[in-house]
């Protein structure tokens, strides 16, 4: 009789601890809808950049900063807006020629309608004078999403690695 109880009292013991553990399975589910991946857009747009940038086309680069846009080197402001970009680029354009770019994107983080790119560039070219340079560049790139979606670069900002 005391093993039929403890048989009944074990068995209604694991029937509480399945249900509960069914419980909990059920409760635990969780329904994720995943979001869009809008980094997409952001390196698309900074291979946009990479490619005007990389041809040399001051015209092409400047075009795809914001109205406020500003490009630094070495932390100093060099130009603040598309127009005055343009103008810094052709005058730096003319006065070294970039034989080849290789881009890397380390990260992006996006808050909201900014995203941060965070990268290097390895750059060969010549200088006015005929010698040929080598630099690795780490650059920051602040970009803003519009309200139709593209990204206009806010702010560029590079640093001499080596």
Not at 150 to 158: D, G, K, P
């Amino acid at each position: 009789m005391f093993f039929a109880k403890t048989r009944s009292l074990c068995l209604l013991f694991m029937a509480a601890v399945l249900m509960a553990l069914t419980g909990c399975t059920r409760a635990g589910n969780v329904t994720v809808t995943p979001t869009p991946d809008r980094s997409t857009g952001v390196r698309a747009a900074m291979g946009k950049y990479n490619q005007c940038f990389s041809q040399m086309n001051a015209d092409c680069t400047a075009s795809l900063f914001a109205p406020q846009g500003q490009i630094f080197n070495t932390g100093i402001i060099r130009a603040g807006s598309p127009a005055a970009i343009r103008n810094y680029l052709n005058q730096s354009f003319e006065s070294a020629h970039i034989d080849s770019l290789i881009s890397t994107i380390d990260t992006i983080v996006l808050n909201g309608d900014v995203a941060a790119v965070l990268g290097t560039y390895d750059e060969q070219g010549t200088d006015a004078t005929g010698q040929s340079y080598e630099l690795k560049l780490q650059y920051v790139a602040e970009w803003l999403e519009s309200s139709n979606g593209q990204w206009w670069l806010n702010r560029l900002s590079t640093v001499l690695l080596r």
